[in-house]
Protein backbone atom coordinates (compact mmCIF):
# COMPACT_ATOMS: atom_id res chain seq x y z
CA UNK A 1 0.00 0.00 0.00
CA UNK A 2 1.13 3.70 -0.88
CA UNK A 3 -0.38 6.63 0.55
CA UNK A 4 0.09 10.04 -1.89
CA UNK A 5 0.57 13.83 -0.55
CA UNK A 6 0.59 16.38 -3.59
CA UNK A 7 1.80 19.52 -2.68
CA UNK A 8 2.99 22.87 -4.80
CA UNK A 9 -0.41 23.86 -5.92
CA UNK A 10 -1.18 28.02 -5.39
CA UNK A 11 -2.18 30.61 -7.54
CA UNK A 12 -0.73 31.54 -10.47
CA UNK A 13 -1.36 33.63 -13.51
CA UNK A 14 -2.72 32.89 -17.28
CA UNK A 15 0.90 32.15 -18.77
CA UNK A 16 2.97 31.62 -15.58
CA UNK A 17 4.55 28.07 -14.12
CA UNK A 18 3.85 25.97 -11.27
CA UNK A 19 5.60 22.78 -10.12
CA UNK A 20 3.45 20.04 -8.06
CA UNK A 21 4.83 17.34 -5.93
CA UNK A 22 3.59 14.03 -5.02
CA UNK A 23 5.65 12.52 -2.23
CA UNK A 24 4.84 8.12 -1.63
CA UNK A 25 5.06 6.85 1.67
CA UNK A 26 5.53 3.09 1.94
CA UNK A 27 7.94 1.01 0.28
CA UNK A 28 8.69 -0.03 -3.21
CA UNK A 29 8.14 3.40 -5.10
CA UNK A 30 9.55 2.14 -8.06
CA UNK A 31 6.47 -0.66 -8.44
CA UNK A 32 4.36 1.69 -9.07
CA UNK A 33 3.83 3.67 -11.94
CA UNK A 34 2.52 7.24 -11.34
CA UNK A 35 0.10 9.71 -12.99
CA UNK A 36 -1.59 13.01 -12.71
CA UNK A 37 -5.47 13.98 -12.82
CA UNK A 38 -7.32 17.26 -12.54
CA UNK A 39 -10.68 17.76 -11.82
CA UNK A 40 -12.84 21.43 -12.06
CA UNK A 41 -15.59 21.95 -10.58
CA UNK A 42 -18.41 20.49 -12.23
CA UNK A 43 -16.25 18.53 -14.06
CA UNK A 44 -14.81 14.54 -14.24
CA UNK A 45 -11.61 14.14 -13.34
CA UNK A 46 -9.45 14.51 -16.31
CA UNK A 47 -6.15 12.92 -17.41
CA UNK A 48 -3.07 15.01 -17.44
CA UNK A 49 -0.19 12.46 -17.89
CA UNK A 50 1.69 9.35 -16.95
CA UNK A 51 5.34 8.33 -16.09
CA UNK A 52 6.39 4.84 -16.18
CA UNK A 53 7.92 2.85 -13.03
CA UNK A 54 11.53 3.69 -13.84
CA UNK A 55 11.02 6.93 -15.66
CA UNK A 56 11.84 6.16 -18.55
CA UNK A 57 8.65 6.59 -20.63
CA UNK A 58 5.94 9.68 -20.25
CA UNK A 59 2.74 10.05 -21.86
CA UNK A 60 0.44 13.20 -21.84
CA UNK A 61 -3.15 14.55 -22.96
CA UNK A 62 -2.80 16.23 -25.87
CA UNK A 63 -3.72 19.70 -25.04
CA UNK A 64 -0.70 19.48 -22.41
CA UNK A 65 2.45 18.41 -24.80
CA UNK A 66 5.08 20.64 -24.57
CA UNK A 67 3.47 22.39 -21.92
CA UNK A 68 3.43 19.90 -18.65
CA UNK A 69 6.75 17.62 -17.71
CA UNK A 70 6.12 14.73 -15.36
CA UNK A 71 9.41 13.79 -13.81
CA UNK A 72 10.09 11.10 -11.17
CA UNK A 73 13.15 10.61 -8.14
CA UNK A 74 12.54 7.00 -7.13
CA UNK A 75 15.40 8.07 -4.77
CA UNK A 76 12.85 10.56 -2.56
CA UNK A 77 9.59 8.74 -3.45
CA UNK A 78 7.97 11.83 -5.59
CA UNK A 79 6.66 12.16 -8.85
CA UNK A 80 6.64 16.08 -10.21
CA UNK A 81 4.13 18.10 -12.23
CA UNK A 82 5.88 20.87 -13.91
CA UNK A 83 3.29 23.18 -15.42
CA UNK A 84 4.32 25.92 -18.15
CA UNK A 85 1.84 28.59 -19.73
CA UNK A 86 -0.64 27.56 -17.64
CA UNK A 87 -3.86 28.64 -18.80
CA UNK A 88 -7.33 29.80 -16.91
CA UNK A 89 -9.27 26.81 -18.15
CA UNK A 90 -6.71 24.55 -16.44
CA UNK A 91 -7.49 25.50 -13.24
CA UNK A 92 -8.54 22.25 -10.90
CA UNK A 93 -7.57 20.20 -8.24
CA UNK A 94 -5.03 18.13 -9.89
CA UNK A 95 -4.33 14.72 -8.22
CA UNK A 96 -1.51 12.27 -8.30
CA UNK A 97 -2.23 8.63 -8.72
CA UNK A 98 -0.27 5.51 -8.19
CA UNK A 99 -1.03 1.95 -9.53
CA UNK A 100 1.69 -1.15 -9.73
CA UNK A 101 -0.23 -1.68 -13.48
CA UNK A 102 1.41 0.03 -16.27
CA UNK A 103 -0.37 2.77 -16.55
CA UNK A 104 -4.17 4.12 -17.85
CA UNK A 105 -5.67 7.36 -18.90
CA UNK A 106 -9.07 6.23 -17.08
CA UNK A 107 -8.92 7.35 -13.61
CA UNK A 108 -10.94 4.20 -11.80
CA UNK A 109 -8.09 2.19 -13.01
CA UNK A 110 -5.47 3.99 -11.01
CA UNK A 111 -5.78 2.02 -7.08
CA UNK A 112 -3.80 4.79 -4.99
CA UNK A 113 -4.83 8.67 -4.65
CA UNK A 114 -3.32 11.70 -2.97
CA UNK A 115 -5.82 14.35 -1.71
CA UNK A 116 -5.56 16.78 -4.52
CA UNK A 117 -3.84 20.35 -4.44
CA UNK A 118 -5.52 23.21 -5.64
CA UNK A 119 -3.99 25.14 -8.80
CA UNK A 120 -6.22 28.19 -9.78
CA UNK A 121 -4.98 30.32 -13.10
CA UNK A 122 -6.03 33.58 -13.03
CA UNK A 123 -6.75 35.35 -16.49
Known amino acids: QVQLVESGGGLVQAGGSLRLSCVAS????????MAWFRQAPGKEREFVGL????????YYTDSVKGRFTISRDNAKNTVYLQMNSLRPEETAVYYC????????????????WGQGTQVTVSS
Open 51 to 58: ISKSGGST
Open 97 to 112: AADTAAGSVVAAQWEY
Open 26 to 33: GRAFSRYA
